[in-house]
């Protein structure tokens, strides 16, 4: 049913998101956070609060047709994903991760669309957390001590897996929209300035800003061969100027050339975008160019025909761009 009418399915989607934000932005008082009254922490020493793990079956193992699945044995590289907002509304600050409708939201949408892009190369780890609610962006009075909450649980998750899984092993970070908030923090406490930077295949920090003097020694990768270096963009429409706002910061790196210059790149250069249906690979779909610090996207897709702001595809438009680049940059990190 996702390839009827996919241009009116996206476009409500882009309303309802819109509706959400204003919903957000427009909200009363509302009760004040409280750390104590949040739910429960998770425990990652139970698999069950990981929406992806290694060898097993689970939603980050989804491939196209066309692709032929890696055995995770064979995989010399992990990532650690962060995935996005799903949690718009409810009665607490963060979510309750034994919500199952909530967590079957995680794993259908950016788990399968988000972390699957990477499951050619890496093995790929993601936990569940407490993410804040989408409205905490917004809050002035509560909004940091939630996202500093939220962030808590990734980085005991990130603990853990250092701990228990990683075992010495090379490492990309990768994050979308609230992840990304969290994972550049990520990486200025344990990458940034110690040894672990060593071991950094790449961070892909999409979806939220960046400012490039947030780091002492991380810098934005400059060829889509680099390693030890982040890679970072926020989409929309060819022409539309977003005005303020935190999902682009002073730096982006354009996902079908990677690189940081503002040379429009044709979308032959581009390989392809993947939508709702796996099995259907658009091809040469997507043409880009950096401006003011975000990428513009000029393509004839249905997906995008009448949305202006491409958040929610900046992982789709380029999955099979993403996909390559993941692999290139982790064989000449092997090559090392």
Not at 37 to 56: G, M, V
Not at 59 to 76: F, G, H, N, R, Y
Not at 124 to 147: H, T
């Given at each position: 049913?996702?390839?009827?009418?996919?241009?009116?399915?996206?476009?409500?989607?882009?309303?309802?998101?819109?509706?959400?934000?204003?919903?957000?932005?427009?909200?009363?008082?509302?009760?004040?956070?409280?750390?104590?009254?949040?739910?429960?922490?998770?425990?990652?020493?139970?698999?069950?609060?990981?929406?992806?793990?290694?060898?097993?079956?689970?939603?980050?193992?989804?491939?196209?047709?066309?692709?032929?699945?890696?055995?995770?044995?064979?995989?010399?590289?992990?990532?650690?994903?962060?995935?996005?907002?799903?949690?718009?509304?409810?009665?607490?600050?963060?979510?309750?991760?034994?919500?199952?409708?909530?967590?079957?939201?995680?794993?259908?949408?950016?788990?399968?669309?988000?972390?699957?892009?990477?499951?050619?190369?890496?093995?790929?780890?993601?936990?569940?957390?407490?993410?804040?609610?989408?409205?905490?962006?917004?809050?002035?009075?509560?909004?940091?001590?939630?996202?500093?909450?939220?962030y808590q649980d990734v980085k005991r998750a990130f603990l853990y897996y250092m701990e228990h899984y990683n075992n010495g092993r090379p490492i990309i970070i990768a994050s979308h929209s609230q992840g990304s908030r969290h994972a550049r923090r990520l990486l200025a406490e344990f990458f940034d300035t110690t040894a672990l930077r060593n071991r950094l295949v790449c961070a892909y920090v999409v979806g939220f800003g960046i400012d490039q003097k947030r780091y002492k020694n991380l810098k934005p990768c400059k060829h889509g061969n680099e390693t030890g270096c982040y890679v970072t963009w926020a989409s929309y429409k060819e022409g539309y100027e977003p005005g303020k706002t935190p999902l682009y910061g002073n730096v982006c790196v354009n996902p079908v050339s990677w690189n940081m210059d503002t040379i429009p790149v044709d979308a032959s250069k581009s390989i392809g975008c993947l939508l709702l249906n796996f099995d259907k690979e658009y091809q040469h779909a997507c043409a880009t160019q950096i401006h003011d610090n975000y990428l513009w996207v000029k393509t004839d897709l249905p997906l995008i025909r009448y949305a202006k702001i491409l958040h929610v595809g900046d992982y789709n438009l380029f999955w099979f761009d993403i996909r390559q680049n993941v692999k290139n940059r982790v064989e000449a990190f092997l090559k090392k």
């Open positions: 049913m996702y390839e009827i009418n996919i241009s009116s399915l996206y476009l409500m989607k882009n309303l309802l998101f819109a509706f959400l934000l204003c919903s957000a932005l427009t909200s009363g008082a509302q009760r004040a956070f409280n750390p104590d009254e949040q739910p429960p922490a998770p425990d990652y020493s139970n698999t069950k609060n990981w929406a992806a793990l290694p060898f097993r079956e689970d939603a980050a193992d989804a491939i196209p047709s066309s692709e032929t699945w890696v055995d995770d044995s064979l995989k010399q590289v992990d990532v650690f994903f962060i995935y996005p907002t799903v949690y718009f509304k409810g009665k607490t600050w963060t979510e309750d991760i034994n919500n199952e409708k909530l967590n079957a939201k995680v794993d259908k949408k950016p788990i399968r669309y988000q972390a699957s892009v990477f499951n050619k190369s890496c093995r790929v780890y993601a936990p569940r957390y407490r993410q804040a609610r989408l409205n905490a962006f917004y809050n002035k009075e509560n909004g940091e001590r939630v996202l500093d909450f939220a």
